[in-house]
């Protein structure tokens, strides 16, 4: 768009004038939300969902009878447990207490035991949380600081942040 002019109207001989750019349209969010992002923090599976081996899940799978989730990427799995601990509450000392809420491990536990993630993209993203961790100055597992009297929400929520910007630079 071409800049338009504003304010009084310059005198005759005057060079005077103030112009304005008009501001850039606002960027819209996705209209279609990929299916494998639609559900952050999923439900638990039912009881009779617990009650189906996996290799029986898989062949249900295999015949149209079941649809596993999809598994992330590790930086979609991060931004995942932040949802998770968000979700269903963060604690610390259990990966599940007795009220429901889950520590950092807790979580990445639940989604490679629901199917959100492969055993291979979880160690991926252990390994992305440990190098965040590492550049904060902290030399101990992800697990141990996320017990720590210190550690809040708010620094695991920031630390998982980070880590998933990492791993999403990397093209993971």
Not at 12 to 29: D, H, K, M, Q
Not at 167 to 172: C, D, I, L, S, T
Request: net charge positive; aromatic share 8%.
């Amino acid at each position: 768009m071409a800049p338009t002019t504003t304010g009084p109207a310059p005198k005759p001989g005057s060079c005077f004038t103030r112009t304005t750019t008009p501001p850039a349209p606002a960027l819209a969010p996705p209209a279609v939300i990929p299916p494998a992002l639609e559900i952050w923090a999923p439900d638990p599976p039912t009881w009779g969902q617990r009650m189906i081996p996996k290799g029986i899940r898989s062949a249900m799978a295999d015949l149209g009878l079941w649809q596993e989730p999809r598994p992330l990427k590790p930086s979609y799995h991060l931004a995942q447990v932040i949802e998770v601990l968000t979700r269903y509450g963060w604690c610390q000392s259990f990966d599940f207490s007795p009220t429901g809420r889950m520590c950092i491990r807790g979580a990445q536990t639940f989604l490679e035991s629901t199917g959100h993630v492969t055993t291979i993209d979880r160690g991926k993203a252990v390994n992305y949380l440990q190098t965040q961790l590492a550049r904060q100055g902290v030399t101990m597992h992800f697990w141990a600081w996320n017990d720590l009297s210190h550690t809040t929400f708010r620094s695991v929520e920031a630390t998982i942040s980070a880590a998933s910007d990492m791993a999403r630079k990397n093209g993971e």
